[in-house]
């Protein structure tokens, strides 16, 4: 991969390579499939969509949310991905080492950048990983409201190709009912039909 070694600039050719390096997550695949079930997401589309996601649903949130800040999180949230790989939420084996192999990918991704700006964007992914701030679990939300957006509109593809059933994902979206009741109500709605059309098992 060619490098940015001839900018005069240290800091600036470190901030270059970094955004080079990130383009990375377009290749990243996901087992949703984008709406219209044509191909795979990417986690650099994902990110996006959570962003535009919880800027869309600001209103739902149950405390005051710095919306700014929240869809900063979900935009780095999955930058580790890039070294370690995509989880699938239910996979319950690569859960078992998902926290070491991410925070080995954060000492690695985040240390490429020049020092205080490399620690704050690893804080934005310590945050949303902590999921103890306002921001950080509407954050996490949009994370899993998302996915089931996707879910049902490409056929209930993962959920199929899993054997995922309905009372795993609620156990999963339980966030939701917490922290925005009336998405809670929304992701019951939306399950239901998709059990109805046949889409996910109950």
């Excluded at 080079?20 to 997401?41: C, P, T």
């Excluded at 990417?42 to 969509?49: C, F, G, K, L, M």
């Excluded at 580790?80 to 080995?104: H, L, M, N, P, S």
């Amino acid at each position: 991969m060619k490098t940015f070694d001839f900018l005069s600039d240290d800091r600036l050719r470190q901030q270059v390579e970094f955004l080079a390096l990130i383009d990375r997550m377009k290749q990243v695949l996901r087992q949703n499939l984008v709406a219209d079930a044509s191909r795979r997401e990417n986690d650099a589309e994902h990110s996006w969509h959570m962003a535009v996601t919880a800027m869309v649903l600001s209103e739902y949130a149950t405390e005051p949310v710095d919306i700014p800040k929240a869809a900063e999180l979900a935009l780095v949230h999955d930058l580790v991905e890039i070294y370690a790989g995509d989880t699938f939420a239910y996979d319950t084996v690569g859960y078992q080492d998902k926290a070491a192999r991410e925070t080995a990918a954060a000492e690695r991704l985040f240390g490429s950048l020049p020092g205080t700006q490399g620690a704050e964007l690893r804080a934005f992914w310590e945050e949303f990983e902590a999921c103890d701030t306002p921001e950080s679990r509407f954050a996490n939300i949009m994370d899993r409201f998302q996915p089931l957006i996707l879910n049902y509109l490409s056929g209930g593809h993962t959920w199929k190709t899993f054997d995922v059933h309905k009372p795993t994902i609620l156990k999963r979206n339980e966030i939701i009912r917490t922290w925005s009741p009336q998405l809670w109500i929304a992701v019951n709605e939306i399950l239901d039909q998709a059990v109805k059309e046949g889409l996910l098992k109950e």
